[in-house]
């Protein structure tokens, strides 16, 4: 509970305080009541800021869904060597961001990754990933989707081993395709566990910083601007607290709109077995 106090509650507090505020660390901070949200709220960076949070959020959560579901439906099969590649798939979730960050910096140069080397033997020419203005988002969401691929999967692994099998004997005896089977059998019966990596992945994308700090330092012109990102900066290179707490509650405010949102919706699509 103490801890709870010090390290969660009083921090909490103390950012909103501060955000009605103008202070520079050095100096007592000096309250402007709404002022910095008004600054904010009718700044252009704000809303390019907002834009690239949402082609983030657009690219990355659809992805990982795919990208996850389809590794966990590959590791729920009885196959030699199923194990190696569970390891193998969940090694980025391991690695630390930095690390993980560099390796796709190398991965997506435009001159020898690999990315680019392989679209040029089918006769593609690959784009300056990180130093294009169009690419370089969808170069810093397929690093967000390797590092977090492995960890929605094993949550999806966990759902797709505890549907019954009777229900794909049943659908099989009536001339069920797999795809039929997958359609109206295994999509249904894991909504529950795909309405969690939604939720969990949208709030992680509101708050993407490290990758793009490290691979594109939020270059180029702009292109990879994002929330968490502005607020570091204005809070730890402009020295500007209060500006900074101002957009660190308006972000909170976002992600829990989204987040009601989303579970107000699940009852369209979520079903739960029983």
């Known amino acids: 509970m103490l801890g709870f106090v010090l390290f969660s ?7 909103l305080y501060l955000s009605f505020t103008s202070w520079d660390i ?3 901070a000096k309250w402007v009541g709404i002022e910095n949200y008004r600054v904010l709220l009718g700044s252009e960076e704000l809303w390019r800021v907002m834009r690239n949070t949402a082609e983030y959020i657009v690219l990355y959560v659809p992805l990982l869904l795919a990208a996850s579901l389809a590794i966990a439906s590959l590791l729920n099969r009885d196959f030699r060597g199923v194990g190696v590649y569970k390891v193998l798939f969940f090694l980025p979730v ?8 560099l390796i796709w910096r190398w991965i997506l140069n435009h001159k020898y990754g690999i990315v680019n080397v392989f679209l040029g033997y089918i006769g593609i020419k690959g784009p300056a990933w990180l130093d294009n203005k169009y690419w370089a988002m969808p170069g810093v969401v397929m690093a967000s989707v390797w ?4 960890f ?12 019954n099998h009777e229900y794909y004997e049943a659908a099989a005896m009536d001339g069920a395709r797999p795809w ?26 509101f708050q993407v910083f490290t990758q793009v700090a490290v691979m594109t330092e939020a270059g180029p012109a702009g ?9 570091y900066k204005y809070a730890f290179q402009f020295f500007k607290m209060g500006y900074a707490s101002a957009m660190s509650w308006l972000l909170f405010i976002i992600i829990l ?3 009601l949102i989303q579970w107000r919706l699940q009852k369209r699509w979520v079903h739960y077995d029983g």
């Open 257 to 259: 709109v989204f987040t």
């Open 26 to 28: 050095l100096q007592p």
């Open 94 to 101: 391991l690695s630390s961001w930095v690390a993980g960050s």
């Open 223 to 231: 292109a990879t601007q994002v929330m968490v990102e502005r607020i």
């Open 180 to 205: 039929d089977q997958f359609r109206h059998i295994t999509l249904p019966l894991v909504s529950p566990t795909t309405f969690f990596v939604a939720v969990t992945s949208l709030i992680n994308s």
């Open 9 to 15: 509650f009083t921090p909490i507090v103390r950012s």
């Open 147 to 150: 590092k977090d691929a492995g």
């Open 152 to 163: 929605s999967a094993l949550i999806f692994l966990g759902a797709l081993r505890g549907i």
